[in-house]
């Protein structure tokens, strides 16, 4: 059964925002990096945003530092990624990951990762 699930995708004009939600179902979020990376069409998959194991901290890529902003809720077993100021290039298959008691969320590293949701941005 999937592990984590992603949420909150869709179609929204440049400029605009969106937040995407990945809840997990079968283990703890807490215990891991948890991460949300993305993948455009012709393009490898990408770490776009990271909270490291026990850390307070983000870590951002370059392409969305000062737009998005990686929560996570240990209560709710959830992570979340605001993403504002959206622009066309941010078209993407985003995905949540998670890394067991990382300090930084490698792609090759992820313990599990959900089906991905759409984003598209366009006017």
């Known amino acids: 059964q999937l592990q984590v699930v992603e949420s909150g995708g869709g179609l929204v004009q440049p400029g605009g925002s969106l937040r995407l939600s990945c809840a997990a179902s079968?283990?703890?979020?807490?215990?891991?990096?948890v991460g949300w990376f993305r993948q455009a069409p012709g393009k490898q998959r990408e770490e776009i945003a990271c909270i490291p194991y026990g850390g307070t901290y983000q870590n951002y890529a370059d392409s969305v530092k000062g737009r998005f902003t990686i929560s996570r809720d240990n209560t709710k077993n959830t992570m979340s990624l605001q993403m504002n100021s959206l622009k066309a290039e941010d078209t993407a298959v985003y995905y949540c990951?998670?890394?067991?008691?990382?300090?930084?969320?490698?792609?090759?590293?992820?313990?599990?990762w959900g089906r991905g949701t759409q984003v598209t941005v366009s006017s």
């Open positions: 079968t283990f703890a979020l807490e215990d891991y990096a």
């Open positions: 990951g998670a890394v067991w008691r990382a300090a930084a969320c490698v792609i090759t590293s992820v313990n599990y």
